[in-house]
RNA sequence: CGGGGCGUGGCGCAGCCUGGUAGCGCGCCUGUUUUGGGAACAGGAGGCCGCCGGUUCGAGUCCGGCCGCCCCGACCA
């Protein structure tokens, strides 16, 4: 893309309504424009974030045998009345009414949806286990939004549900999902530590709330100094075998790690001091596990191997993805501006024209576009060069591909790490290297 | 939902107390000179001062109501 024709406003100034990082970095570097208290309108560059990183969610979800699905953001309080949480649900649930009078509402979640749609098309056993998720915007009138996209109203969610047949099952699949979270959060380029979480009045141990480490966090957590060196991918692990699972799992909530709010003080000072960490973070994706909770509620149910009918045992799984975007930023940055992780960058790398109009900056950046123009934000404007290393600063490319006068004459490309700011001089086809891969 | 604050060119703000021609910085447009870390000079465009009502000869300014947004707290992917 080239900048001179970008949608790509940047602001010099911080708005007077953001306050925290992510949010002014978010506004100043042309990702998003509120157009509401907790909503927003995502910019071309936020777009390509949000896309990277639903992307990514996605693959992971495949990877361990989820099937992408996509509900409907409106559904028919019908569903609710059934399941008794129309009710419950309480004013963060946005209600609307049809012209026909039926009551609707904007989906702040989805099990009653897919437990239906799954219970009306599942007849035995034999037609489980499974796990369906979906990518899609939800909306909660949270009181009092805040924080950017981290805490809006509308926010892009995945959120997935699986059906066992039984327990043992059920814990297969929350342990599948453990693992693809792992893998998810490390390809975005960040180390989201599983924490234990409140199960509410289901009980037991599954549930699990993955924590983005950031000093702008909203709760307090302690955790094990093992999780810093943790293997989080998993690699090797085939998902369908059950012992492979379970010692994946073990390794990975074995370790203390709680918030704030479960922090266990007794189990805290067992740990050696010099293992002990303590920080702030942000909450980007929970699990757990609630058995035949809405099974029950919405009467669905399976014919079981003694053919008697049985409830399925649910799990949901959700990871924010809006929220993530502000996440990642908190998690990374500087005074200049955001450093995205390659991963989830909205372009590659800048290509920086410190001189247009000069044959040699030209004809050098001409064939570098050419050939990945796809993957970098080509800087042609006019403009000086102060004002295009502060851009490509706040909008954070991994890297930034110099083209000056001085290097075209010597025949090199200055080639600078956003990450740590480090520059090096490297002829050309060695810096397009280092940046797109051999 | 309780408490606090703010709405004035695109952005950041002053002006309001004490009513009388709407201002500053940045950005934007034109020109000249500049050109490796947000340039300089000259000229220019751009405003129902959130909305409605009231007081007044006269309201950005005073009074009432409404709307919107932000912050702190209780609550959440």
Known sequence: MRLSRAFQPTLKENPAEAQIVSHRLMLRAGLVRQTASGIYAWLPAGLRVLRNIA??????????????????????????????????????????????????????TNEEMITDILGSSVRSYKDLPQTLYQIQWKFRDEVRPRFGVMRGREFLMKDAYSFDVDYDGAVQSYRRMMLAYMRTFRRLGVAAIPMVADTGPIGGDLSHEFIILAPTGESGVFFDAGYEEMDWVGEAVDVEDPAALAAFYDRVTTLYAATDEKHDISAWDALAPDRRREGR???????????????????????????????????????????????????????????????????????????????????????????????LLYDDRPDRAGVKFA?????????????????????????????DGTREELPLAEALARVFGA
């Open 55 to 108: 992307q990514i969610v996605r693959e992971e979800q495949d990877r361990v045998g989820a099937q992408e699905v996509l509900m409907p953001t409106l559904q028919s309080a019908e569903l609710w009345k059934r399941s008794g949480r129309y009710d419950a649900y309480g004013p963060e649930m946005l209600r609307l009414v049809d012209r026909h009078e039926r009551d609707l509402l904007y989906g702040p």
């Open 281 to 375: 973070g942000i909450e980007v994706g929970h699990i757990f596990y609630f058995g035949t909770k809405y099974t029950k509620s919405m009467d669905i149910s399976v014919a079981g191997p003694d053919g008697a009918a049985l409830h399925p045992e649910m799990g949901s799984y959700g990871i924010g993805v809006s929220r993530l975007v502000g996440a990642i930023i908190e998690a990374s940055h500087d005074e200049a501006g955001i450093k995205w992780p390659v991963g989830v960058a909205p372009w590659k790398a800048a290509l920086l024209n410190l001189k247009p109009g000069d044959a040699a900056c030209d004809a050098i950046c001409n064939d570098i576009y050419a050939r990945h123009g796809e993957d």
């Open 391 to 419: 851009d490509a600063d706040l909008m954070g490319h991994p890297f930034q591909l110099i083209v000056g006068p001085r290097g075209a004459a010597a025949g090199t490309v200055e080639l600078k790490r956003r990450a």
